[in-house]
């Protein structure tokens, strides 16, 4: 951990790090599944969802953003490397040789629905840790999540 100013204990800032870090590897891997879909989606919606999963892939990079730059505010690490993200995350692989829309869209739901069910957790963690603005942070991203898992669902 870096020297910062930031009055929150040594120990609570490192957890705090662990977490974001830990949800920072879904959110890297969820934006990745996104652009899967947005690269590779076929049908008759196709330039809606084309559109939709660009969306989401921007979400998900909005929130890896967030994340990181807390974890480096609290005198962390970010640990956002391809190969890092791959080895810690808790999503699903992403289904390969898919092109079909309805398949994209129930992968992506499920992803999104997994991403938002482990961010809630997370604002547990942090309320506990009592961190209220990691906390809040983890509430934002979550309100996005759900957003967006809605409208996929809608597709479905």
Known sequence: MHKTRNDMTLRTRTAMVQLLNARLADALDLAAQAKQAHWNVRGANFIALHELFDKLHAVAGEAADELAERAVALGGIASGTLQTAARNTTLA???????????????????????GKNIRKAI?????????????????????A????WMLEAHL
């Open 93 to 115: 692989p992403y289904p390969e040789g898919v092109s079909e829309s309805r398949a994209h869209l129930e992968a992506l739901a499920g992803a999104f629905a997994s991403f």
């Open 124 to 144: 547990d963690v942090a309320d506990k840790a009592g961190d209220a603005d990691t906390a809040d942070l983890f509430t934002g991203i979550s309100r996005d």
């Open 146 to 149: 759900d957003k967006y898992l």
